[in-house]
């Protein structure tokens, strides 16, 4: 039997009730580039769905007849869960977290800046709706998960900071977010062999002192498009950092660089990435 003849009898896989446009559009710009596995788990639902309605009859060829019924159907996952957060429950209260975290990162930062550079607020790192910040200040971003009409949102549950750079009237940005992995923060083993659309990548892997998973990417856009030097790090206390510096204040928008190249190498990314500081204390 041929694949078009099965696909006439069992006809096409039902549309996922998941709202993948409302997944992927998160209220910070490190969500374009980073893998839903939301995407996976709707698609592996439709999957198991079309798979259970029908069997091939063995020894007819292009028979078809209903699957056996069994005293009780499997239990389909709900659409909106999520993996487990990894690793201790923090001790450190968020607010707390955050202004440490805040100074960690800044200083972290500026002492690997070229010399010359500032940092004002980049309000394309926060989530849409947040009062102004100070440039790299740190802030809690957490949400429970819902399903509005199988519409899936919120989960996350987050530390974000940002900042725009600015060097002899040239600017870019940098920005961070950290947490423990799992949920909603899923940290690679290795870099993907998915472009994202429009860009050129170039990636990585390697291992830091304790163990660390470092994934660092280069991303450029097409066509003389801005670069994004992306580096993601799992900690070896299940601590997941991602850190990214590009050579436009909002890469996901400006279609131009504003500066030759981003203000941070993915070395240095790193290195702030395995500060021992950038963590959350258990």
């Excluded at 446009?21 to 198991?48: D, S, Y």
């Excluded at 200040?137 to 549950?157: F, I, K, L, Y």
Aim: aromatic share 2%.
């Amino acid at each position: 039997m041929t694949k078009e003849r099965i696909d006439e009898i069992i006809g096409a896989a039902p549309l996922s009730t998941v709202d993948v446009e409302a997944i992927v559009a998160r209220e910070r710009k490190t969500a374009w580039l980073r893998p839903n596995p939301w995407v996976a788990t709707a698609a592996g639902v439709a999957a198991v769905a079309v798979g259970a309605a029908f069997v091939l009859a063995p020894g007819t060829p292009g028979a078809v007849s209903p699957a056996a019924a069994t005293s009780s159907a499997p239990e389909l996952p709900e659409p909106c869960k999520i993996p487990t957060l990894m690793g201790p429950v923090p001790t450190e209260k968020p607010v707390d977290a955050a202004t440490r975290l805040t100074g960690v990162l800044t200083t972290a930062v500026t002492t690997r800046l070229a010399t010359g550079t500032t940092l004002t607020p980049n309000a394309a790192n926060y989530p849409t709706g947040d009062p102004g910040r100070g440039p790299l200040q740190v802030v809690h971003s957490a949400r429970p998960v819902t399903n509005d009409g199988g519409t899936c949102s919120g989960g996350e549950d987050e530390f974000v900071a940002g900042a725009a750079t600015v060097r002899s009237g040239k600017k870019g940005s940098v920005q961070a977010t950290l947490g423990r992995m799992g949920g909603r923060l899923n940290m690679p083993a290795d870099c993907v062999d998915q472009t994202p659309v429009g860009m050129e990548q170039v990636c990585h892997r390697s291992f830091g002192p304790k163990g660390e998973v470092i994934v660092a990417t280069t991303l450029t856009g097409k066509g003389g498009g801005p670069s994004i030097h992306r580096v993601e790090v799992a900690r070896a206390d299940r601590i997941g950092v991602i850190l990214e510096a590009s050579n436009a204040v909002d890469a996901k928008h400006d279609r131009k660089p504003d500066s030759p190249v981003p203000p941070l190498t993915l070395e240095q990314l790193a290195e702030i990435a395995l500060d021992p500081g950038m963590t959350l204390y258990p």
